[in-house]
């Protein structure tokens, strides 16, 4: 079994050691759904405008909406890598990464300079986010997901481990409905996180309040409620929605065509999603 | 005296005729072959010498000198269809007579006289007939294929014997009346009714029946793909008697006809398996190129299974077909062009384990995996392919379940109105249309032209990207018999175009 590196291993870019405060890790799958993807971002900005650090792996998907979240919040993030700290990858995240520095945020690793990435060294890196976290969120993981490592890693290290719920239809759900049967904390929105770390309860929402939502409201459109018959979680076939709104299926196709071109829904497979209003542009089109 | 007797060779789909000379004199003794002749002409002297014997035929005697020229002598000749020719000229010239006027004679000859099959008879017929030939030996096998060119008298030979009698004795050898072989008719296999669920694929497969576009189904395992695939022959207009000679062409070229039934209605359906060579695909072979599957897919539908997994090289040469609707393969032998307008349907998992996008089972693939596997299949070959859909598999509790779509005669019928308006229109199918003719013909309204400028600038699309969608979108206007291209019609189109999708 890795074990977390010890602190006076790791190499750092950007500001190290982090400002002090606490720490929380949010990491997932690294295709989600674009209901993964709002959630994590949401979960990181409301998290870091408490001043919350951010930590998660700068992979595709989850790792990098947290990491966006968080700077969107004017945040402070940490990235850890699986790499050497002067190596950015996936190369997709390069700007990320250079936008995380810029906010003083700090990319760590606890491999050599020049390390490529190689398959076995990222459930290591995995362990170190666990050991740089007081909390590890998961959202969206798949069984066998590497988002698991991090959360057995945050078991074995006593820290607290949390995950978000998704659907039950979802394979993405599996991880996180395992983790929740096997005891973790249930997140549905920042509060459940902060109350977890033991925060001050001022930082929180009026109690009285509904919880914030991180469920995402439907956009404004479809006449027949076409949108209401998509998932922001799973895909539904044109077919399907045809057959429930009695529609023709052409009049389905070019109405879907005109929702995606809004930004209101995106492809997924051989279906459609809703996507959130705003915010997940990367997931969005047009 | 020397005689001279007509026969001919193949070039492709085009005909080189060849002059059969005989020159019989005295000198050194022998029977020599000249005018390049490749190895089974040189084998045709002995085929030749023993069926004139076994036929009670005379032979020249033992010290004559007999010469064979083949004219013209610089193209070099390697068929077994000379045989005929050389034999009758042989027995032309010791008995002193004229060869037939526009005649010409093909046909391979067996030890005992008969007259065998060869291959590419109705090309030969053709490119005979165009050349002044009014009368055409044959063997009596192939006569059907001959007698489907006009204006051409088709002899059907059995025996050297016989036609010996016939053009020496003047023993009556009738013209083939076989009748014109009627089309075969087309039997379509698989009905779209047995096709569960898979609604916008279904309509993909129309519109791209509808307006002869290149399709690409995206699907994991067991979801259709290929049942989808096999429904396209059945919804599409039976070959016309044109279309079904174009195509018994190539069959006759491969020697690949059913004997005495030419021609088929049926739109031919090809799927070679990934492991093909180039050659087998688009054409090939030593010396003179034999047609591929690109050809034997002529009107038809190549359908590439796993369309990944095919050599790079191979789906690269399929570019000159897919642009020009022919292919020209050059080999030592020459150059040759056969015809290849055929739909192309391509079929591929959406990543390297196939379950990406899978509403049930997880996909193992890493993101650059998955992005690396539809990398490859992007380019110049994706570019081409108008219609691009995304299949899923149906839930195995609607496998039970009676299919409820329509079946195909219904969508055939749709199909066929909506390609009588574009022959209507333009001659061709809106596949071919330039970029000339769609701003002439296609009548799209300002709304429908904006909503397809939006999308293509938002996508970053080229402008061949623009015209395919706009291709596309006025075959979904003729299947409603639509003059105009309306913004319905466009963003319907834009549904089927899934490479854009992503793009953005």
Not at chain 1, 45 to 62: C, E, K, N, P, R
Not at chain 1, 145 to 167: F, K, Q, Y
Not at chain 1, 223 to 238: F, N, V, Y
Not at chain 2, 373 to 380: E, K, N, T, V
Request: glycine residues 12%; hydrophobic residues 45%; charged residues 20%.
């Amino acid at each position: 079994m890795p074990r977390p590196p010890e602190p006076e291993d790791l190499r750092a870019r950007g500001r190290w050691p982090p400002p002090p405060g606490r720490r929380v890790a949010i990491v997932g799958s690294r295709r989600p759904s674009p209901y993964g993807e709002a959630v994590a971002e949401r979960l990181a900005a409301d998290l870091a405008a408490t001043g919350v650090i951010v930590v998660s792996g700068l992979a595709l998907g989850v790792d990098a909406a947290a990491h966006e979240g968080a700077l969107a919040a004017g945040g402070c993030t940490i990235a850890v890598l699986g790499t050497g700290v002067d190596i950015v990858y996936p190369r997709a995240n390069a700007d990320l990464a250079a936008r995380i520095l810029a906010a003083g945020g700090a990319l760590v690793s606890q491999f050599p300079d020049g390390t490529p990435p190689q398959r076995a060294n990222f459930p290591r890196r995995n362990w170190a986010i666990a050991a740089l976290s007081d909390v590890v969120v998961v959202v969206e993981a798949a069984e066998g997901s590497g988002a698991l490592i991090t959360a057995e890693a945050a078991l074995a290290l006593d820290r607290e481990v949390m995950a978000v719920p998704g659907s039950v239809f979802s394979p993405l759900s599996v991880g996180c409905h395992q983790l929740l049967r096997d005891g973790a904390g249930l997140v549905q929105n920042a509060r459940d996180v902060l109350a977890a770390l033991g925060a001050q309860q001022e930082v929180l929402d009026d109690p009285l309040k509904p919880p914030a939502s991180l469920g995402l409201e439907a956009p404004a459109g479809g006449r027949d409620g076409l949108l209401q018959h998509l998932s922001d979680a799973l895909m539904t076939e044109p077919g399907t929605l045809a057959r429930k709104l009695g529609l023709p299926l052409p009049e389905i196709m070019s109405r879907l065509t005109a929702l995606e071109m809004a930004g209101a829904v995106g492809r997924r497979g051989a279906g459609y999603v809703r996507l959130a209003p705003g915010g997940i542009s990367r997931a969005g089109v047009g | 005296m020397a005689t001279s007797v007509r026969s001919v060779l193949l070039r492709g789909l085009d005909v080189l005729p060849v002059d059969v000379e005989v020159d019989i004199a005295t000198g050194q003794p022998g029977f020599f072959m000249v005018g390049l002749a490749g190895g089974s002409v040189r084998e045709a002297r002995e085929r030749v010498r023993s069926a004139v014997r076994n036929s009670a035929l005379p032979w020249p005697p033992q010290r004559a000198r007999m010469t064979v020229n083949l004219a013209p002598a610089e193209a070099r000749k390697d068929s077994g269809g000379l045989d005929l020719a050389i034999a009758v000229a042989i027995c032309l010239d010791q008995a002193g007579a004229a060869a037939p006027p526009e005649a010409a004679f093909l046909g391979e000859l067996s030890l005992d006289g008969a007259v065998r099959h060869v291959d590419g008879v109705l090309v030969a017929a053709r490119g005979l007939a165009r050349r002044g030939v009014r009368r055409l030996f044959v063997p009596a096998g192939d006569a059907a294929e001959a007698a489907l060119v006009a204006d051409l008298e088709v002899v059907a030979c059995r025996t050297l014997q016989e036609v010996t009698g016939h053009l020496l004795e003047g023993l009556p050898m009738p013209s083939f009346t076989g009748g014109v072989a009627d089309v075969a008719e087309a039997v379509a296999v698989d009905d779209l009714a047995e096709v569960h669920g898979q609604a916008a694929a279904r309509r993909a497969l129309e519109i791209a029946a509808a307006g002869g576009h290149h399709l690409l189904m995206t699907g994991p395992p067991g979801s259709g793909k290929t049942m989808l695939a096999r429904c396209l022959p059945g919804i599409l207009p039976p070959l016309t008697r044109d279309e079904a000679i174009d195509l018994a062409q190539v069959g006759s070229v491969l020697g690949e006809l059913e004997p005495g039934r030419p021609l088929s209605a049926r739109r031919p359906f090809r799927a070679p398996h990934h492991t093909i060579s180039m050659a087998g695909l688009v054409g090939g072979g030593s010396g003179l190129a034999r047609p591929g599957e690109v050809s034997r897919a002529h009107h038809g539908i190549l359908f590439l299974d796993e369309l990944a997994e095919f050599d790079p090289g191979s789906l690269q040469a399929l570019r000159q077909p897919l642009e020009e609707g022919r292919v020209s393969i050059t080999r030592s032998g020459g150059s040759v062009t056969y015809p290849a307008r055929f739909m192309l349907v391509g079929a591929t998992n959406p990543c390297p384990c196939g379950w990406e996008g899978d509403p049930v089972k997880a996909c193992r693939c890493t993101p650059a995996a998955v992005d690396a596997y539809q990398r490859a299949l992007s380019g110049p070959l994706l570019d081409r392919i108008d219609l691009q859909v995304r299949v899923s598999r149906a839930p195995l509790e609607a496998l039970s379940e009676e299919p409820t779509g329509e079946g195909s005669s219904v969508v055939r019928e749709r199909v066929a109105a909506a390609r009588g308006r574009q022959l209507q229109r333009q001659g061709h199918l809106n596949a071919a249309l330039t970029r000339a003719e769609l701003r002439r013909l296609t009548g799209i309204r300002p709304e429908a032209r904006r909503a397809l400028e939006r999308w293509s600038s938002a996508r970053g699309l080229t402008a061949r990207g623009f015209q395919r969608a706009w291709r596309v979108a006025r075959t979904v206007a003729d299947l409603q018999a639509s003059d105009e291209i309306f913004e319905a019609h466009v963003l319907e189109a834009l549904g089927y175009r899934v490479a854009d999708a992503a793009a953005a």
